[in-house]
């Protein structure tokens, strides 16, 4: 079992650039897929970006592809999201995700582990 704590979160003007960091529980972090997910204001969570255990592979939504970038630092047991060009429409809670798998995964529901959330709130 794995808990997952976000920090990172905040206020920025638009094209400003935000930093995420999940911090996970236990000694196994390195056999989990991790992922980041983002939940509009009464709206379903949605895919944002993923990474597989070694950090090797990736995947991204359409909507952040060039802008986010997802990272892992297996000895510090810590995924990251790296958010440059911040757009409004990117104001959302945002939510680490892990699953004890070696791949990647793009649904909510492969994830077994969330954390609480932080929000992210980009102005104009």
């Known amino acids: 079992q794995v808990q997952l704590v976000e920090s990172g979160g905040g206020l920025v003007q638009a094209g400003g650039s935000l930093r995420l960091s999940c911090a996970a529980s236990g000694r196994t972090f390195n056999r989990y897929a991790m992922g980041w997910f983002r939940q509009f204001s009464g709206k379903d969570r949605e895919f944002v970006a993923a990474i597989n255990w070694s950090g090797g592979n990736t995947a991204y939504a359409d909507s952040v592809k060039g802008r986010f970038t997802i990272s892992r630092d297996n000895a510090k047991s810590t995924v990251y999201l790296q958010m440059n060009s911040l757009k409004p429409e990117d104001t959302a809670v945002y939510y680490c995700?892990?699953?004890?798998?070696?791949?990647?995964?793009?649904?909510?529901?492969?994830?077994?582990?969330w954390g609480q959330g932080t929000q992210v709130t980009v102005s104009s």
């Open positions: 995700a892990a699953k004890y798998d070696s791949s990647w995964y793009i649904s909510l529901d492969d994830y077994n582990y």
